[in-house]
């Protein structure tokens, strides 16, 4: 098993932390998601942690 672990930053190169929220500032097409998340929505850096 694998345990390995992921820094998430932000556009300044800030290590985002648990609770943490960004503002999507352009369109993004995320691979392995059917969607892409709109300009100017609110993510949680728990749902970038889900993913990894």
Do not use: C, H, P, Y
Not at 1 to 25: A, K, P, W, Y
């Amino acid at each position: 098993m694998n345990n390995f672990t992921m820094d998430v930053r932000d556009s300044n190169s800030t290590v985002l932390q648990d609770s943490n929220s960004v503002t999507v500032i352009k369109d993004l097409e995320v691979s392995g998601f059917s969607g892409v998340i709109k300009r100017d929505t609110m993510v949680l850096r728990k749902a970038f942690s889900n993913k990894a």
